[in-house]
């Protein structure tokens, strides 16, 4: 190992580790059920692994001490912690009742709390934050709560959003939440037919929807969508309209205003734990996309341990991640709320007036927790920006990244360029938890290109395909023990067929996600890419992530795409397609840089059969690049059976495989 690999990139402050809430959960923790304690001068990774583990072979003891810590208010308690723990179908807290709106909404009851800020808004057109404090966020809920249940949504009932991450889709989730109803959202960049992919399934019978959104510079009406909506969801009895641009109501619809403006108390339905909060959608690149629904008690308990403990986040803190409504990640950073934090919503181009423009959103909003895509952090180092330099970023401790795995080039980017003290909290998780199965750790040093460790109560392992655990070797990432937010159920699956073959055809009993990692030695986590489409050359399995890492530190590659493609007469045929920065050219000099630079930093192996120059590469709605579609339409399957082309960002970037697939 070199002494970058043995090397941490940051240490926590030993005061300011001891001083964190997962360093104050683990003493209560083994105080009052026994967990390991802490022991002065002990390494906090052999510290934290021996935490991690009591953790998930003690469900009940480590998710009661949760509920505890945090003060979950069950105004019903339940007869037991885990009344079934096999998967799936494990049920939490069977006989409790709870409210996932009240959690959050109780840190506006407080009179000292009351005018403080729990949203800061930042939009294209008002680069300076807009305040909603606790106060006016619950009376704003509490009045279109009240309103709500004068239209007759019920418990039960779903309620869609075709909004932007503003504060009034914050609002409206959690005043559909109060009231019982099951929310849904897409961002209003997804065309009428993706909207209706994923509302059709669920008949909403109300829909919050804006006129329009503006994003790099430009306003985009989306009144014909709203009206397309309108019209292809026959159980719609109200839509509310939420006029961004200042585009008159259409006829029929509620004013937003209206709705929200009486000075009115929230009132909580109380619900059983697993009382549907919300439904998440998956890509959806092939066929419908799955419904996912997620509880209110599964949600609640899962985002209090993963902000609070994981992401250190409390009261004080400011809590930014670039999101859309379309993403699960919008979800999660109201898990800032929950924990009392502020939280910095963002509606705009992430790049937008200038590449920097996240971090000048940070600066500007006091961000202390800031969050975005690791493709993000990499088009930053490509446009050469210096954020610590240039930004007063003094506020900032903490740095997430998730949406594909971030390179080493991007840890030591962030460490260059914002701070060698901030602490940099890379994620990895998924839209079927609605969190992380792996990221920070507050006590835990950071090293080069790996996530610290997997989360509190969940059993992170790496298989082969034997189902055998491996440790320092690519494996398949099984969680073996169930998580409160995992899924209910999917809608409209109800003997529950399509949720087994998604997560537990593989391994009966255990939760496959599909992504290829290696647990290290050091129990920190790599992330090679997606396991359902993984490069096998000569019987060695390859993460395309180490790939287009190694090819996209090249100037002249903006972005890449391999595959790799079993022949019939049994051959391997493994392309590699790049998206070209401005002005380069694929010629015989870029050919043999790749070449080079694949042969000599990964191995032979990794070396593509063609590398082939195209104008784009399609990708899902929020922004990952999609490879198993491709691999399907080059292996012959007609583009329409392939892929869903509702899913994707640009329809037309698919044509060019179905072109070297002839």
């Known amino acids: 190992m070199s002494t970058e690999e043995t090397t941490p990139l940051w240490r926590p402050d030993p005061a300011s580790a001891a001083a964190s809430r997962m360093a104050a959960f683990q003493r209560f923790a083994a105080e009052y059920y026994g967990a390991p304690r802490p022991q002065e001068g002990q390494d906090p990774a052999v510290e934290y692994a021996a935490f991690h583990r009591w953790s998930v072979e003690h469900l009940e003891d480590f998710w009661s001490a949760v509920t505890q ?3 979950v208010r069950f105004t019903t308690e339940p007869e037991a912690v885990l009344g079934d723990a096999t998967m799936p179908g494990a049920t939490w807290f069977p006989g409790a009742k709870l409210n996932y709106a009240q959690h959050v909404l109780r840190h506006g009851e407080d009179p000292h709390n009351a005018d403080s800020p729990a949203i800061l808004h930042v939009d294209e057109a008002h680069p300076e934050p807009r305040v909603t404090t606790w106060s006016e966020l619950r009376r704003q809920v509490g009045s279109l709560a009240a309103e709500l249940r004068r239209l007759g949504v019920e418990p039960g009932d779903r309620v869609g959003g075709y909004l932007p991450n503003v504060p009034q889709a914050v609002v409206a989730l959690l005043a559909t939440a109060a009231v019982g109803a099951i929310w849904t959202s897409c961002a209003p960049d997804f065309g009428a037919r993706s909207v209706l992919d994923r509302f059709q399934q669920l008949e909403p019978v109300l829909l919050f929807a804006v006129d329009g959104y503006r994003y790099g510079g430009k306003e985009h009406d989306r009144t014909d969508v709203v009206a397309e909506l309108r ?7 109200h839509v509310v309209h939420i006029p961004l641009l200042g585009r008159p109501a259409p006829e029929g619809a509620l004013e937003w205003e209206e709705l929200t403006s009486s000075p009115t108390v929230p009132s909580f339905e109380q619900l059983p734990f697993d009382h549907p909060l919300w439904v998440l959608y998956s890509s959806g690149t092939t066929g419908l996309p799955k419904a996912i629904v997620q509880s209110h008690g599964g949600i609640t308990v899962e985002h209090l341990k993963q902000a609070g403990l994981h992401l250190d986040l409390g009261p004080g803190d400011r809590f930014f991640w ?35 423009a996240q971090w000048r959103i940070a600066a500007d909003a006091g961000v202390t927790a800031f969050g975005t895509s690791a493709a993000y952090v990499m088009a930053c180092k490509k446009a050469e920006v210096h954020p610590g330099r240039d930004l007063d970023l003094a506020r900032l401790r903490a740095i997430g ?44 040093p950071v090293y080069l290109g790996e996530i610290q460790a997997p989360s509190l109560g969940a059993a992170v392992e790496a298989w082969d395909v034997d189902g055998k655990p491996v440790v320092g070797d690519v494996g398949e990432l099984v969680v073996t023990k169930p998580i409160p937010s995992m899924p209910i159920r999917f809608w409209n699956d109800p ?49 395309s992530a180490d790939i287009y890492e190694v090819v996209e530190r090249l100037p002249a590659v903006k972005e890449s795409l391999v595959i790799g493609l079993e022949l019939p007469d049994g051959g391997y045929w493994m392309p590699l397609f790049v998206v070209l920065a401005e002005g380069a050219e694929l010629d015989d000099e870029l050919r043999t840089a790749v070449r080079d630079a694949l042969r000599t930093q990964l191995s032979p ?43 994707i960002d640009n329809p037309d970037a698919l044509r060019i495989f179905e072109q070297y697939r002839r």
């Open 69 to 71: 810590w945090f003060d």
């Open 401 to 444: 990244t998730t949406g594909s795995p971030l390179p080493p080039d991007g840890f030591r980017w962030i460490y260059d360029e914002i701070s060698p003290d901030v602490w940099l909290a890379s994620v990895s998780g998924g839209t079927d938890v609605c969190s992380c199965f792996v990221g920070g750790v507050p006590t835990l």
């Open 231 to 237: 019209a292809e969801l026959p159980t719609l009895r």
């Open 322 to 356: 670039y999101t859309s409504t379309g993403w699960m990640m919008w979800n999660f950073l109201l898990a800032g709320l929950l924990v009392g934090a502020s939280i910095v919503t963002y509606d705009g181009s992430p790049g937008y007036p200038t590449p920097d």
């Open 605 to 647: 192996r990794h070396v593509p059969d063609e590398i082939i120059a195209v104008p784009a590469l399609p990708h899902t709605l929020t922004g990952k690049r999609i490879e198993v579609p491709i691999k399907r339409i080059l292996g012959g399957t007609p583009l329409a059976q392939a892929v869903n082309p509702g899913s």
């Open 495 to 543: 003997d529950g067929v399509r949720y087994r073959d998604s997560y537990f055809e593989m391994f009966p009993g255990v939760w496959r996600h599909g992504d290829w990692i290696t647990v290290t030695e050091r129990g920190t986590v790599v992330i090679h890419g997606r396991s359902d489409s993984t490069l096998n050359r000569q019987g060695v399995r390859m993460g």
